[in-house]
């Protein structure tokens, strides 16, 4: 099969171009509960630059991708929850253990034995791969396979996140940064809490158009001053001031949910009295759970949620890895395998 591979950590894309490289290599065996997938579509992800320039580290070499869907083209003799060619989506998670504390409460995204696809596990810059049954999901109908891939990250960690904020209909959330993530969750905020007022934070203009249009009740650049508290808030910035500003914007018991894997500058001081006493919580959001992707892939095909997207073909995976760090993809970018 043809495979897209990163060998070796790079400094930058832009200054080293190509990172990732064709190759030729056999299907991957699958063990007894294991399914042999054959990928049609695989998102790109700002991840997968996180792991060619180092601020993540993957196992090398690695075939890159996590948000995959494709046919199933073989089984394991104990998978049994699939048949042959049936359609399934895999995810950032590849597996956890099992049975640790937090793996029986559910949180599988806590657990000290978490795989993510694409970089502890291979993923799917490439024909064909391999997961546990247990770990793939039935991909709505009414999706193609290049609209259902990026709901498989961007849009179920925005969904994790948005059930961590504890929003309730009639309350009002704030929403800080306006990208792939924060304008699905804005759709699924009007879907299931229509009487929630929205507030959306961002420097981009056509963000800000974007999500007048998506039905933001106010929309403003950090720093602006709201016409009114939110009770919860999601911040989906890189940067750590936005931290301390949706803290402030809270309402007293309100939380502060940060959808985040590392900020690129430092939350400032917090000034206690004013924004944490009161009850206001902050909290981060981690990695993803099957129970996350399986639900909310239900919900984008019930209200719908179809991402636009922009394709490339496998061999183009270094070139749309490029225009995606320089914020030059219309939508959310995927690589096309076949139909
Ligand atoms: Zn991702
Ligand atoms: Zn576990």
Wanted: overall charge neutral; aromatic content about 6%; hydrophobic content about 40%.
């Amino acid at each position: 099969m043809k495979a897209m591979i990163l060998e070796k950590i790079i400094s930058s894309i832009e200054e080293e171009p190509g990172p990732l490289h064709m190759v030729e290599l056999p299907v991957p065996d699958f063990g007894p509960k294991q399914i042999l997938v054959k990928i049609s579509a695989c998102g790109i992800c700002h991840t997968e630059l996180d792991e060619i320039e180092g601020r993540i580290l993957p196992k090398l070499p690695v075939i890159p991708g996590h948000q995959i869907v494709g046919k199933v083209a073989d089984r394991g003799k104990d998978a049994k929850n699939f048949n042959i060619g049936d359609r399934v989506g895999i995810g950032w998670i590849y597996s956890s253990c099992g049975k640790c504390f937090q793996c029986r409460r559910g949180n599988e995204n806590l657990c000290e034995e978490f795989q993510s696809t694409g970089c502890d596990a291979d993923g799917g810059y490439a024909e064909y791969t391999v997961v546990s049954e247990d770990f793939a999901y039935p991909i709505p109908e009414r999706l193609t396979a290049s609209q259902a891939a990026p709901l498989l990250c961007a849009g179920a960690v925005g969904y994790r996140a948005l059930k961590l904020s504890g929003i309730g209909d009639g309350q009002t959330i704030g929403i800080y940064g306006f990208g792939a993530s924060a304008h699905i969750v804005i759709q699924v905020v009007k879907y299931k809490f229509p009487d929630c007022r929205v507030f959306v934070f961002t420097r981009s203009k056509e963000h800000r158009d974007l999500a007048k249009k998506l039905g933001a009740d106010w929309v403003g650049v950090p720093g602006d001053i709201p016409p009114g508290k939110h009770n919860c808030a999601i911040d989906f910035t890189p940067v750590g001031i936005t931290v301390r500003e949706a803290l402030r914007n809270s309402e007293k018991g309100g939380r502060v949910v940060v959808n985040v894997i590392r900020k690129a500058t430092p939350v400032p001081e917090l000034d206690y009295t004013r924004d944490l006493w009161h009850e206001k919580e902050l909290k981060s959001v981690a990695n993803i759970t099957r129970k996350d992707i399986e639900e909310f892939l239900s919900l984008a095909a019930d209200i719908p949620i179809v991402p636009e997207v922009q394709e490339f073909k496998l061999e183009q995976a270094n070139e749309a890895l490029l225009l995606l760090k320089q914020g030059k993809i219309k939508g959310a970018g995927v690589l096309k395998m076949q139909d």
